[in-house]
């Protein structure tokens, strides 16, 4: 294999042409609900996994809106388990008196979202709601953390589309499985 190309057996899950078409659809939800509130907007991505989902939605979105990002890692170096959510940058003063729309690559655990729901209340906004393009764990109570979804996936790790393994494959335009042999032994073992 060239070092320079991505091994094969990554699986194409969700293709370009279905995020393109979800992706529209949710903005268009997401659009008419913060249509129908007084106040100022706040998009509040959560980085780095959710960038290019990020900026196909806000393309759709008409309306005035700021973008605050904040920085979580749940998933340090080549793990596929999350290891407790971590906040890396500190959360916006701007969020205050403004309804704060939290936008995250997936939903697993519900841990990342369940702590920044906690730590951006504290900062006193308008209102918090939560959008993800993916969700895996459909156990939860989930609309008590999530409001907007755009795809349920089976219980698999899945890169591609701003999602990373080790830091990569966030470029790949589509959402991928991983095959097990590029899973590290450490995870693979958990
Ligand atoms: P939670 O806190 O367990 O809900 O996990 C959410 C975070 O874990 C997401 O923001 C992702 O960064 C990361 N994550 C969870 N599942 C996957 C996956 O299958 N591939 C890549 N990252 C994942
Ligand atoms: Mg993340």
Excluded at 72 to 98: F, N
Excluded at 131 to 153: Q, S, W
Aim: proline content about 6%.
């Amino acid at each position: 294999m060239n070092s320079n190309e991505y091994p094969e057996g990554i699986k194409v899950l969700i293709d370009e042409e279905r995020i393109a078409e979800r992706v529209a659809r949710l903005a268009k939800q997401l659009e008419e609900d913060l249509d129908a509130l007084q106040g100022p907007v706040t998009l509040v991505p959560v980085m780095t996994g959710s960038m290019l989902f990020t900026s196909d939605l806000i393309r759709h979105l008409q309306r005035p809106l700021r973008i605050a990002p904040v920085t979580v890692q749940s998933y340090p170096g080549s793990s596929t388990r999350s290891r407790g959510a971590r906040l890396q940058t500190p959360i916006p003063d701007a969020l205050k008196d403004t309804h704060v729309v939290i936008i995250d690559d997936i939903l697993d655990s519900g841990g990342t979202l369940a702590v920044l729901r906690r730590l951006m209340k504290a900062v006193g906004p308008a209102s918090v709601r939560a959008c993800v393009l993916l969700r895996k764990n459909v156990e939860h109570d989930i609309t008590a953390i999530c409001e907007y979804t755009g795809f349920d996936i089976p219980d698999r790790f899945v890169v591609g589309y701003g999602l990373d393994y080790d830091g990569l494959y966030r470029n790949l335009p589509f959402i991928g499985t991983l095959p097990e042999h590029l899973i590290g032994v450490e995870d693979a073992e958990a």
